[in-house]
């Protein structure tokens, strides 16, 4: 069975600091792994990652892939209020069908003033 | 270009009830994904769907129904809605890219 984890669940810190997000995963033909950032309403795109593609950065933001270690984190630097959100990490792999894509529970990051 | 819609966006049911929600897609996108979102379960997905056509079970499928008669609309229907099911719902579709676009969600209250 194809499975998601996200570590820590929760996260609270101060404006400035630096975060790391994990997402661990158990799929069958990993496919691709996607980050998506959620305030209020639906989830927004941040990162995919792939295996010709296992490194993504985005000003503050920035996602690496280990393929060995079937593992992926979410960087943010000089964090700021408005970076808190619920970030959330999916899969999609084969396993039994094309395009199952699959999420894990999310990690809850709220940052202080 | 609407993107990923959603109706209705809030409904309330009573046990019992059936209802059906709508997701309608506008950017020719294959795959099509009905996930529900609880408090601390991050996003489980009911059903998808690869191509008009066809529909594939996910994670949590028991007591919902799917259907993908036209490739730009995915529907999600409850046949007899319980207390359980009270959730918020999103629809979602899968570019080739790889992003995953999403509706606004849908609420639904089931008393």
């Known amino acids: 069975e194809d499975k998601v984890v996200q570590s820590p669940l929760s996260l609270v810190v101060h404006e400035g600091d630096t975060v790391t997000l994990n997402c661990s995963y158990e799929v069958t033909n990993f496919r691709s792994l996607l980050w998506y950032k959620q305030e209020k309403k639906a989830p927004t795109f941040l990162f995919m990652l792939t295996s010709s593609g296992i490194e993504k950065k985005s000003g503050r933001l920035s996602s690496i892939l280990d393929k060995k270690e079937l593992s992926s984190i979410l960087n943010i630097t000089a964090t700021q209020t408005g970076d808190s959100a619920i970030y959330l990490c999916?899969?999609?792999?084969?396993?039994?069908?094309?395009?199952?894509?699959?999420f894990g529970k999310g990690t809850k990051l709220s940052v202080k003033p | 270009n609407a993107g990923v819609t959603q109706t209705p966006k809030f409904r309330v049911l009573k046990t019992g009830q059936s209802m059906t929600l709508l997701c309608a897609q506008d950017?020719?996108?294959?795959?099509m994904y009905w996930y529900r979102q609880d408090p601390g379960m991050g996003l489980r997905l009911i059903h998808y769907?690869?191509?008009?056509?066809?529909?594939a079970k996910g994670e949590v499928p028991d007591g919902y129904n799917v259907s993908r008669l036209k490739k730009q609309n995915f529907l999600l229907g409850l046949e007899s809605a319980a207390p359980s099911q009270t959730s918020v719902y999103f629809c979602a579709s899968l570019a080739i890219t790889g992003e995953l676009f999403f509706g606004e969600g849908s609420r639904l209250t089931v008393l």
């Open positions: 769907s690869v191509g008009e056509g066809t529909t």
């Open positions: 950017m020719n996108h294959e795959y």
């Open positions: 999916a899969v999609e792999g084969y396993g039994g069908s094309q395009g199952n894509l699959i």
